[in-house]
Antibody, heavy 122, light 107 residues
Framework: EVQLLESGGGLVQPGGSLRLSCAAS????????MSWVRQAPGKGLEWVSA????????NYADPVKGRFTISRDNSKNTLYLQMNSLRAEDTAIYYC???????????????WGQGTLVTVSS | EIVLTQSPVTLSLSPGERATLSCRAS??????LAWYQHKPGQAPSLLIY???NRATGIPARFSGSGSGTDFTLSISSLEPEDFAVYYC?????????FGGGTKVEIK
C-alpha cells in the first residue's frame, strides 16, 4: 500500500525557514518523480515544485523560485522541501504527491499525503 | 503560464442527478489534462488523466472528454460520496497549473 507521510510544518515568523519532509513507502521511491502542492486557506490547489526520480531535474512555481528547494534522498525514501524567506502568502497545507507513471514525465498525481500545515505569521 | 478556468464555481445538484463540469485552458494543452476530487480534510484523488482515462479504481460514472482548450468532467449519477470540490490540472507546460475548482454541493 502506497503511503506518503508529511511532517515538518508549523508556525514560523515572516522571513523564517522550515524544512518539510515526506516519508514514502509501498512503492519503489527512486522510480517516481514527486511534487509538492499546496492549498492556502479557502483557496484551491497550487503546484509548488517537482523533482525527477533521480533528483537530477527540478522545477518551481514562480512565487517560490529562489526561496524554496526541493530535494530527495532515495536511500531514505524521503522527499524534502526547504522553505526560506517565508512570507504570509506561503501559509498553506503542503501536500507531497507521487507521479502516476514510473520513469516518465507523466506529471499527474495518483497518491497524495494528508498534508502538513505551514503558518507564516508574527 | 497556462491558465485553467473552471465553471461553474458551484454546482448544486441532488443525488442521482448528472453533473457536468467544465475546464477551459488559455491555450491548447492537447490531451494533457487531469481531474481530481478533493474532500475537506482528505488528500486529493486522481479521477481522470490524459483527458479521458479513468484512474485505477475510479467508478465508471466518472468520465472525461475534450481536447485542446475545452474539457468536461461528467458524473452520470451523483452518489452521496461525490459531493466535493473538483480540480482540473494540465501537464503540458511548466509551471504545472490547476484550475480554481468547482464545488459540487447537495441541493
Amino acid at each position: 500500500e502506497v503511503q506518503l507521510l508529511e511532517s515538518g510544518g508549523g508556525l514560523v515568523q515572516p522571513g523564517g525557514s522550515l524544512r518539510l519532509s515526506c516519508a514514502a513507502s509501498g512503492f519503489t521511491f527512486s522510480r517516481y518523480a514527486m511534487s509538492w502542492v499546496r492549498q492556502a486557506p479557502g483557496k484551491g490547489l497550487e503546484w509548488v515544485s517537482a523533482i525527477s526520480g533521480s533528483g537530477g531535474s527540478t522545477n518551481y512555481a514562480d512565487p517560490v523560485k529562489g526561496r524554496f528547494t526541493i530535494s530527495r534522498d532515495n536511500s531514505k525514501n524521503t522527499l524534502y522541501l526547504q522553505m526560506n524567506s517565508l512570507r504570509a502568502e506561503d501559509t498553506a497545507i503542503y501536500y507531497c504527491a507521487k507521479c502516476l507513471t514510473a520513469h516518465s514525465s507523466n506529471w499527474y498525481y495518483d497518491f497524495w499525503g494528508q498534508g502538513t500545515l505551514v503558518t507564516v505569521s508574527s | 503560464e497556462i491558465v485553467l478556468t473552471q465553471s461553474p464555481v458551484t454546482l448544486s445538484l441532488s443525488p442521482g442527478e448528472r453533473a457536468t463540469l467544465s475546464c477551459r485552458a488559455s491555450q491548447s494543452v492537447g490531451s494533457y489534462l487531469a481531474w481530481y476530487q478533493h474532500k475537506p480534510g482528505q488528500a486529493p484523488s486522481l479521477l481522470i488523466y490524459d483527458a479521458s482515462n479513468r484512474a485505477t479504481g475510479i467508478p465508471a460514472r466518472f468520465s472525461g472528454s475534450g481536447s485542446g482548450t475545452d474539457f468536461t468532467l461528467s458524473i452520470s449519477s451523483l452518489e452521496p460520496e461525490d459531493f466535493a470540490v473538483y480540480y482540473c490540472q494540465q501537464r503540458l507546460n511548466w509551471p504545472l497549473t490547476f484550475g480554481g475548482g468547482t464545488k459540487v454541493e447537495i441541493k
